[in-house]
T-cell receptor
């Protein structure tokens, strides 16, 4: 079955520390992959996307993600986390025109 | 500002009542979607409309109906609300053309409580 797995429900990091959020997908072909961020009480904002080509993609707010076909992964990274990055992060891929989402990872940032 | 507009932002219904959630986009997008978001469940697709005049069921369509009124508007109707439909509802849109797809644009959500 097509699915997206985000293994970490909740992650806490210190401000200034590096961050990696994990995402694995199950799909029969190379999917179109996305990361979205949702601040409390808000809608979803697109951070970055991967369609093809360079497997390291850059997004907004200093985020990047790396597509690894062999691991069926699309992990999100940021070298130095800011307090304003506290939010929920969703990995998704596009299948037959529809977005399929993971269940999300909530990020908390310690001062 | 261009984007996806949802109304209302908040709503409380009694069990058995009906209501319609409105969604409109001004980006000339072909495809529109309704998702519900529940804690620990991510976003689940209720219905979608790939283009004006078409609608299809998503993962969790039971208890809902939709109408693609025109290219801009896509409404979601609850005919007889149930407590299990308490959720946050998001509308989204996209161009619908794979190679030109830069992700979906989401509305800010409707928080619905059914008591």
């Amino acid at each position: 079955a097509q699915s997206v797995t985000q293994p970490d429900i909740h992650i806490t990091v210190s401000e200034g520390a590096s961050l990696e959020l994990r995402c694995n997908y199950s799909y029969g072909a190379t999917p179109y992959l996305f990361w979205y961020v949702q601040s409390p009480g808000q809608g979803l904002q697109l951070l970055l996307k991967y369609f093809s080509g360079d497997t390291l993609v850059q997004g907004i707010k200093g985020f990047e993600a790396e597509f690894k076909r062999s691991q069926s992964s699309f992990n999100l990274r940021k070298p130095s986390v800011h307090w304003s990055d506290a939010a929920e992060y969703f990995c998704a891929f596009r299948s037959q025109g529809n977005l399929i989402f993971g269940k999300g990872t909530k990020l908390s940032v310690k001062p | 500002n261009a984007g996806v507009t949802q109304t209302p932002k908040f709503q409380v219904l009694k069990t058995g009542q009906s209501m319609t959630l409105q969604c409109a986009q001004d980006m000339n997008h072909n495809s529109m979607y309704w998702y519900r978001q529940d804690p620990g469940m991510g976003l689940r697709l209720i219905y979608y409309s790939a283009s004006e005049g078409t609608t299809d069921k998503g993962e969790v369509p039971n208890g809902y109906n939709v109408s693609r009124l025109n290219k801009r508007e896509f409404s979601l109707r609850l005919e007889s609300a149930a407590p299990s439909q308490t959720s946050v509802y998001f509308c989204a849109s996209t161009t619908g053309t794979e190679r030109r797809n830069y992700g979906y644009t989401f509305g800010s959500g409707t928080r619905l409580t059914v008591v």
